[in-house]
C-alpha cells in the first residue's frame, strides 16, 4: 500500500514554537533555566539527530532559559552538526576530558541564564535520568544548588504532538503494517527464529523505514511464554504460534505495534486468545477520546480480558505513549490516571495469559483526534493468520 | 570471504570467572555490594541481552554480593528473560509503579547483601551514568548512604575481553570489512546520500550481521566538514569524497570503523590527507603492545598528523575500546595514559582537518596480543578507492 513521504526535519517555527510553550511552562512553575541532557530531549528542543548517542563516552548539555532560544553545551565533535540547526548559541570543549568533562562549561552557562536567584529545572522523575556520570553530576548540583523536578513540563510537551510529528508517525506505521502485510510471504515452517527475524528486518527496511532499532519476538509450540525475546537457532515448526513486535523509526520517529500468526494451525484457545485481544483492542479504541483517563482505557481494555479468562500479565500496562522513544509516558495502568488529550500519540497494547506459560499480547498505534482514536497502523485480522 | 561464526551466548563459566574477578576487586576496594544499571554491565554479568532497554519506562538493577552469583531485581516483564540465564535470583516488581518503582525492593536487597556496615559500590565515574529517574536514585541513597565509586572495578572487567567475545569481535568486524569491500559495487554518482546509506545497511545486514545500530557518514564535494551526521537528500556527485562510519553488531559486541572513497576523481591534497590518517594509523599498529600506553599510542598517530599539517580536529581523542558498546575505555588522548593490556580490543582513529572545514578520519580495529596488535577490521587500502 502507498503510503505518502512526509518532509523530514522541522521548520525553525515549530522550534520556536515548542521553546515558547516550555517557557510559558517555565514562568509558571517560577523555573528560570530548564537543563536537559538526554537524547530526546536534546532533540527536541535543537533538532540535533544523530545515533552518536549510542556513545556513552561524552555528555552533551541543552539549556532553554526563560527566553531565547536554547543554548547547547556539547562536546566539539558535534559542533558543526549542532551548529547547522536552528540554534544559535553552542558552547563547545574538546571531549572526552574526565577530569572536567563540560562541568564548568555547564555551571557557567547555568549561573548566567539562571541569575543569582534563579530556580534551575531538571527532568528527574519518571522515565528520566541523568545522562552524565554522578561524579560530575554531583559537583554541577553543588555549584549550582538543588535542581526542580522539570519531568511535568517535558511531559506536557512531549506528549502533545504537532502535525509534523503525527506525520512522521503515521509514515512509519504504513511502511511497518506494509511490512507485516508481507509476513505470510516470507516465513514459513522450517525457517529458524533467527532467518525470521532477518527476514523481517529486511522487510521493513525494503518498504523504506530508516532503521529498526527495535524488534523482539518469539515463537513456541502452541504459545509463547516470553514477549521480548531475541532469536533463537529454533527451528520454526507446525502448530507455532509467532509474536514480532517493532519499533521502527522514520526521520527520528517511532512505530510500535505487533502481529502474532500460527504456522499451520493453532488450538481453539489460541484462536480465542487472539480474539480476546483484539477486541479488548477494541473496547480501548472506544474509550479513547480526550478527557478520558489512560486508566479507564485500561479498565475497558481489562474487562475485555477478565471476561475471557485471562490469568493476569507480567506486563504491567496495556500500552503508553509512542513519540521519538519507542516508549514514553503515559502508561494505561490502574492507577496512572492521565487526561488524555488531543494529538497525543498512544499504543493499546492489551496482553494476558490464556494458560500458564501462553502469553498473548496485541497492539496498535493511534493518534486522538478531537472525536476519538484515530489508528495509525492498519487494523490487524480479527482472527489470528495462519500462516 | 569467508568469516567464521563462532558460538552466541556464554558459557555459565564465563560468567562465574567475570563474577569471581569482580568479587577479587571488590575485596580489594572493601566493597560487599556492588549496583549496576545500565546495559552492559547488567548483560556483563547476567547474559540478560534485550532491546527493551531502549524503553525509558522501567529500570532494572543487577547487584553482585561478596561471594556467590549476581541477583536481578528487575521489572516482572523481563522475569522469564532473566530467568532463562544463568542467574538464580531474580526479584521482581510490576513496574511501571511510579510511586516506587522499584525502590523498595533494591533497597532491601542492597542491605541484605551488604549487611549492616558494608560499603556499596556504583559505577560513578567517566563514561558511566545512573539510569534510573534521580528523584527515585535520591530516595534509594538516602536510604543505603553514599556509593563508593566503583567505576575502576567496571573498567577494570569490561576492558579486558575473554577469547569468546574477541571471536565476536573478529566475526562482526569481518562481516563489515566484506560489506566495505562491496561498497564500490553498490555505490555511484547520482545516488542521493540516503540511498547510499540505506544500500550499505542492506549489504551489512546480507553479510550477517544481527544489526547496524550506528551508521554514520557524509559526502561533500572535495572534502567532508562532519563526520558523524545522518543521511541528507544530497546527491553525490563527480569528485565528491564519501566517509561511512559504523558501529555493527554480532550477538551484542560491535566493530566500529570506518571507510573513506572518492567518486570519479579527487584532488591531491585529499590523496594525501588519506595516505596521512592511514600512515598515523601504521603508527598507532606499531606503538600498541602490553605495558604501552594510551598516551603513547596517541602520540604516535599525532606524530604522523603533525608531520603532515594536520590543522588539529574536533574528535577530542584517537581511538577507544570497544565491546558491548560501540565506544568504551580507555580513550586515545594527549593525557589519557591507561596502560594497555592484553586481549583489550581497541579502535585506532587518527583523524586531521587537511584544509579548513575538510576533515579527513580513518579507523581500524584491533586486539591487543601478547606480540602486539592483531587486526580484527581487514586493513584499508594505503591508496583512497576511487569509485
Same mark, same amino acid.
Given at each position: 500500500m502507498n503510503v505518502p513521504l512526509p518532509e523530514r526535519g522541522f521548520t525553525d517555527d515549530e522550534f520556536a514554537a515548542r521553546t515558547q510553550r516550555c517557557q510559558e511552562a517555565m514562568a509558571a512553575a517560577d523555573i528560570a533555566a530548564l537543563l536537559v541532557c538526554t537524547e530526546p530531549e536534546v532533540r527536541y528542543f535543537t533538532g540535533f539527530h544523530t545515533p552518536f548517542w549510542q556513545s556513552p563516552t561524552r555528555p552533551w548539555f541543552t539549556v532553554v532559559p526563560a527566553a531565547g532560544k536554547p543554548i547547547a553545551v556539547i562536546p566539539s565533535i558535534g559542533g558543526a552538526s549542532m551548529r547547522a540547526t536552528w540554534i544559535d548559541d553552542v558552547r563547545t570543549w574538546s571531549s572526552p576530558q574526565p577530569d572536567d568533562d563540560g562541568v564548568t562549561l555547564l555551571v557557567e552557562c547555568l549561573r548566567e541564564v539562571a541569575g543569582a536567584d534563579g530556580r534551575i529545572g531538571l527532568p =528527574?522523575? /519518571? !522515565?528520566?535520568?541523568?545522562r552524565m556520570p554522578l561524579r560530575d553530576f554531583d559537583r554541577v548540583r553543588a555549584e549550582v544548588?538543588?535542581?526542580i523536578d522539570a519531568t511535568d513540563i517535558i511531559v506536557g510537551l512531549r506528549t502533545i504532538k504537532s502535525e509534523a510529528e503525527i506525520a512522521k508517525h503515521q509514515h512509519i506505521c504504513g511502511l511497518v503494517s506494509n511490512a507485516f502485510d508481507e509476513l505470510p510471504n516470507l516465513l514459513s515452517v522450517g525457517m529458524t527464529e533467527r532467518e525470521a527475524f532477518a527476514a523481517f528486518r529486511g522487510e521493513i527496511l525494503r518498504q523504506g523505514a530508516d532503521d529498526v532499532p527495535?524488534?523482539?519476538?518469539?515463537?513456541? /509450540?502452541?504459545?509463547?511464554d516470553d514477549i521480548i525475546r531475541q532469536p533463537s537457532d529454533r527451528t520454526i515448526g507446525d502448530g507455532d504460534l509467532l509474536i514480532f513486535d517493532t519499533g521502527s523509526t522514520f526521520d527520528g520517529y517511532f512505530s510500535d505495534f505487533d502481529r502474532n500468526f500460527a504456522f499451520s494451525h493453532a488450538d481453539d484457545d489460541a484462536f480465542d486468545a487472539y480474539r480476546a485481544v483484539w477486541e479488548a483492542t477494541e473496547a480501548g479504541l472506544a474509550a479513547v477520546r480526550p478527557g478520558a483517563t489512560t486508566t479507564e482505557v485500561f479498565t475497558a481494555m481489562n474487562d475485555v480480558l477478565k471476561a475471557n479468562g485471562s490469568l493476569g500479565n507480567d506486563v504491567g500496562r496495556m500500552g503508553h505513549g509512542l513519540g521519538m522513544q519507542v516508549t514514553e509516558w503515559p502508561s494505561h495502568t490502574a492507577n496512572d490516571d492521565t487526561v488524555i488529550e488531543e494529538n497525543m500519540v498512544l499504543t493499546l497494547e492489551p496482553g494476558l495469559l490464556w494458560a500458564p506459560g501462553k502469553a498473548m499480547v496485541h497492539e496498535e498505534n493511534i493518534v486522538v483526534r478531537a472525536d476519538g482514536a484515530e489508528l495509525?497502523?492498519?487494523?490487524?485480522? /480479527? !482472527? =489470528?493468520?495462519v500462516i
Open positions: =528527574m522523575g /519518571p !522515565e528520566t535520568h541523568v544548588g538543588d535542581f527495535y524488534l523482539v519476538g518469539a515463537t513456541g /509450540p502452541g504459545g509463547i495509525l497502523s492498519r487494523r490487524a485480522a /480479527p !482472527e =489470528m493468520v
